[in-house]
């Protein structure tokens, strides 16, 4: 991305789409959920269905020449070479929709030319919504409408490291990372999303995830709030996060951070797993 693009227009119809489609699966989440498997495992419901028909059909009316990313279509290789690309994920945190808890989110971000550029988080269960736009702010919208602008804390090293990971897929090498970091402070949730969102707001400093589960679609708004909010977005290897590839899956992994702790965390990972002396 060259320099400043206004993107109004975008954020206005993605947090619109965002908090429409969270009011839609919250009526979802009143009623009996009845949930069928991928082949890869992952859960999805009529209100994942539901919410991506949703968000899809209104981004192609809107941005007819954009490509579209979305975790419940076929990825037909379309978004390759496109400069536009929206990246949707109309339930992160699925099993904890399933389950009735509140770590999922509705997830809209867009990519200009590779980067993530714009993001938005809506959590149904709250109403709240994170939003953020590279190189101008993030913002936080309250269920009453208010809204407010997010940065994320300011510590640069341990001690006092507060970090977020994943509830149903916590690695045991989370262990070895928080003892590297002295975290004693840690918090669990379902959504890449909700998590990031921690952090934008400075709830959280770190989020950690060395697994490779987590898809473009699952890091491109986040991203995208995380940095206007003032964070870091890599692999676990310090190395910015692909969006043009064609592997879905973020391989290395992710660290998301408040920003000044970012370089501090890395060298911690690479430490901890026994990669420099």
Known sequence: MSGPVDLLHELDVARRLAQEAAVLVRRFAEQPIAVKYKDGGEPVTEAD??????IVSRLAQEFPGDAIL????????SRQGKPRVWMVDPIDGTRDFIRGQPGYVVMIGLCLDGQPALGVVAQPSTGVVWSGV??????????????VPVRTSTLAKPPGVRIVVSGSRRSSQIDAFRRALGVTDEMNMGSVGMKVALVCQGERDLYLYPGEQTKLWDTCGPEAILIAAGGRMSDIDGRPLVYTKADLNN??????????LHDHVIQALATARGKNA
């Open 49 to 54: 269905l539901a919410a991506n028909a949703l």
């Open 70 to 77: 979305s975790e419940e279509l076929p990825d037909d290789g």
């Open 134 to 147: 590279v190189g101008q702010a993030a913002w936080r919208d309250g269920p009453d409408g208010t809204r």
């Open 251 to 260: 391989r290395s992994g992710v660290v998301a951070s408040n920003g000044p």
